[in-house]
């Protein structure tokens, strides 16, 4: 079965980035609204909903915290328990790896043995494929947007920027949502600073800012993909804004909200943090948007911390990064890929051939073979077949060595 592109052209962006920072009684409740905006994102979907699972701190176990209506079906909820069952071995390559990608996607990368129980989950929840958009609100806690599918998805380089982005901004709502909000700033609608303490981004910058989410949030602009690029989603590797509603007044809260980060003591925090979302594979541009902080300055703090940690270069020091963080990825140094050999690896995983890959991504034969042939070059591999299988077995020495 050929896979088909999901992701529209126009859909509720500004909806659901607005939903992820909206306030709420409990995680259900703030979920709700971000599930319905997401149903425009995903429109073909058969279902759509939020689950949290949380692990141990040796990863030797799993538990569920959080699931939406629908996951309480009876048969779903029993096929969630049983692969959480499964502990770490069956579910870390869908949670440790990039923000965004697909079941068979990650299906085609964990043991044999796991399969099965895969399959049986896919068979109870009666789906074929899904889309994951994972986040990492702290250390061992993880939160899933997803929606599944009867036939097999495809994403290519653009929906997964997109999805990217929004998996930027639930991390963070969900961040600020584990402990009470810390309000340093206050910007009115029209961008006038009315409160602001001295550790608050600087006055200028928040004006600015909020003029860019004012633009995005415009009835011409919301529904555009491109108006996510105006709402960043930290400003200053640190702080969230968010829209309040009082009185009658539409204000602007800068919340405190700066990412859980590990103690390497050679590290700044805020080198830590540019770390963090570079292991996960993404781009200068995304960590920067994801911090709200220049690509230079995303540059500058991985040079920075290269010089600390002794790496030669940033795919040694984002590889070394993504071993600390327990990233199945980091194996195959999936850093020194560009996006679109990200994107053939995902294809190749699953057995397509070039001509099929060529179809997906219109391009022609010859690009793709000459890509597949990069893509061997970088990582060391001596065929298709021989790239594929290195890659299942990093991710399955990665989680063994977590369980």
Known sequence: MTPKAVIPTRARWIDLVEAVHAPAADDL??????????RSIFPSASRVGVYSLEYSPDFSSVRQMLSTPYSMDSVLNNAMSAACAGGARAWAPFHFGAPVTTHLEVATRVDPDVLDLLGTFRRSADFIDGIGIVTHPAPGAITVLHAVYDHPVALGAYERRLLTRIALHLENGQRVRRRPESVIAEVTASGRVIHREADAP???LLEARVARVREARTRRRRTSGDALELWSALVCGRASLAPRVAGNELCYLVLDNPPATHALRALSPSEIAVLSLASRGLSTKLVAYGLGITPSTVSARLASAAAKVGSLSRSDLVRTAALLAGDPRAELAVDALTVAERDILALLQRGLSNAQIARLRSRSVRTIANQVASLLRKT???????LVVRSERAVASAVGAEG
């Open 202 to 204: 600087p006055e200028t």
């Open 29 to 38: 409740a703030w979920s709700e609204p971000i599930i319905e905006a997401a």
């Open 380 to 386: 060391g591999s001596a065929s298709r077949r021989a």
